[in-house]
């Protein structure tokens, strides 16, 4: 934004503190002629007899001295009013090097300002926690375009070599082709549709209606009951409605994110998944637990980063495309909600989505 150049606030400061400190002088200066004037108005002769004494003569003999005093005041006011302005003005001084420090993109600067609590000082821890939270963000944004990067090219590289095998070689097994190249491109399409997703949530842009968790927990245990059978898990839903206010889409996503994470991450052919829902003062839970493998809290603490799949990444039919944590936290945050991951003593996570409740019910 072009501004036309004006004051700067320590000669702002200056002026006024002068101005302030003539004023005062003016108005004690014609208070204390004032008083004067009245006391010298009438005084007594050599003969004690009393005479009137003109205020003419007061004036003359006060004038020189309060105009020097009101020069005094003048020289005073803007020297004082110039050192005390630059000495409260010096944090700004580092908040405005902070400031151009990050918009040329040094995020990693910081202000540090010393001293005890004050307006200063609270604008220089908050634009400290900002720029830590940004460059954060930043720093994340950047993981995860690298890993979108990797995860899209490896389909797209193993179609190439699947077309450049079939095309060397005419009679290649054109149906065992095609079905790889239909599995590659599933796994394309639907990374594609996860990473719109994840836009979407954080966007921010749908619309909001009332919404009860513990339907949505009994579709996504519904839907998901087959791939519980191929893996030998039992589900297990229980809890009381729980009605919130948001987007019916995102929040079965969500739901359903939760429960195959659980499903697939799990025991094979003996685990067992508990899904519930419950209510508190001013908010309702979803929560989804799992037996598994023991995850430690260092762990657990980057499942929600994109493309992360426990111990390791991996690739198979059920692993998914590294994302579904990562939308369970989007759209938790699109909610103004809370999303908890615990590891459980036992081996396994449990996973605690806290949402606000709904006003309307």
Excluded at 117 to 129: G, I, N, P, S, V
Excluded at 190 to 197: G, N, P, Y
Excluded at 333 to 360: D, K, N, Q, W
Aim: glycine fraction near 8%; charged fraction near 20%.
């Amino acid at each position: 934004m072009n501004r036309s150049s004006g004051l700067s606030v320590r000669l702002k400061l200056t002026l006024s503190y002068a101005g302030f400190l003539m004023l005062a002088g003016l108005l004690l200066l014609g208070a204390a002629g004032y008083f004067l004037l009245r006391r010298g108005w009438l005084q007594t002769n050599e003969a004690g007899a009393w005479r009137q004494s003109p205020g003419t003569d007061l004036v003359r003999g006060f004038a020189p001295t309060a105009a020097a005093v009101m020069v005094f005041l003048l020289v005073f006011g803007l020297l004082g009013g110039w050192l005390l302005a630059g000495r409260m003005l010096a944090p700004m001084d580092r908040i405005t090097h902070a400031t151009r420090a990050a918009a040329a993109g040094s995020l990693s600067h910081r202000i540090h300002l010393p001293g005890r609590k004050d307006e200063f000082r609270e604008l220089a821890d908050a634009f400290d926690m900002m720029l830590a939270r940004l460059e954060a963000h930043i720093a994340e944004q950047q993981r995860f375009a690298a890993n979108a990067s990797h995860e899209l090219r490896t389909p797209l590289a193993i179609s190439k070599a699947l077309i450049d095998v079939a095309r060397a070689d005419p009679h290649h097994d054109t149906g065992e082709l095609v079905d790889r190249l239909h599995t590659v491109n599933t796994r394309a399409i639907d990374l594609t549709e996860a990473l719109l997703l994840l836009s979407r949530a954080n966007q921010r842009s749908f619309a909001r209606e009332h919404v009860d968790l513990s339907l949505l927990a009994e579709e996504a245990t519904e839907t998901l009951h087959s791939l519980a059978g191929q893996h030998g898990v039992t589900l297990e839903t229980s809890g009381d409605i729980a009605p919130t206010t948001g987007s019916p889409a995102l929040l079965l996503q969500l739901t359903m994110n939760l429960v195959q994470n659980a499903i697939v991450h799990n025991l094979p052919g003996q685990g067992t998944v508990w899904v519930h829902t419950g209510v508190r003062p001013k908010s309702v839970v979803l929560t989804v637990e799992n037996t598994g493998e023991q995850l430690t809290p260092q762990l657990v603490a980057t499942l929600t980063e994109p493309f992360q799949r426990g111990t390791e990444r991996i690739h198979t039919d059920q692993a998914g495309v590294g994302l579904g944590l990562a939308i369970v936290k989007t759209i938790t945050e699109a909610h103004e909600g809370i999303l908890t991951l615990t590891p459980r003593p036992a081996g396994g996570l449990r996973i605690t989505v806290e949402l606000p409740a709904s006003s309307g019910e």
